[in-house]
């Protein structure tokens, strides 16, 4: 697979400007964060992406999408109006799309605090033993 170039470097002589982050362009858009490539894709904009790589059985590296300046304002109108397809849930200004954002926040959010609450109960679980068989006889 080929690599994609550094997202700084202009993409020629006359571009001075550097691309976006998908941070920088979510602020433009009222697109979920995470559906920011697909919705370029639909609405023609140039896309960068760095790493991604195969880390074999460890899974892949973090991707990094970046996008082009130029295309992002020109297709910033089209996508605040709705004339790019774009599903109801993956944007910020519909009611599926917050739900959507709301349910996915919250799920973390407890998934997160359970696997907590499972550390600390199985740190004081060994603990616990630990200090039983010290004082047993």
């Not at 170039?5 to 979510?26: K, M, Q, Y």
């Not at 370029?40 to 904009?45: G, L």
């Amino acid at each position: 697979m080929p690599h994609t170039p550094d997202p700084g470097t202009p993409e020629s002589a006359h571009e001075e400007e550097p691309w976006l982050s998908s941070d920088e362009v979510a602020k433009l858009w009222p697109i979920r964060k995470n559906w920011l490539p697909g919705v370029a894709c639909r609405a023609d904009v140039r896309v960068r992406r760095v790493g991604g790589e195969s880390r074999g059985t460890w899974g892949t590296e973090p991707t990094f999408h970046y996008f082009h300046p130029g295309d992002v304002r020109r297709a910033a109108p089209a996508i605040a109006e709705g004339t790019v397809d774009v599903p109801s849930d993956w944007r910020t200004d519909t009611p599926d799309g917050r739900r959507a954002e709301f349910w996915g926040v919250l799920s973390t959010r407890i998934a997160v605090t359970l696997l907590i609450a499972l550390t600390l109960c199985s740190l004081f679980l060994v603990l616990g033993s630990a200090v039983f068989l010290l004082t047993v006889e």
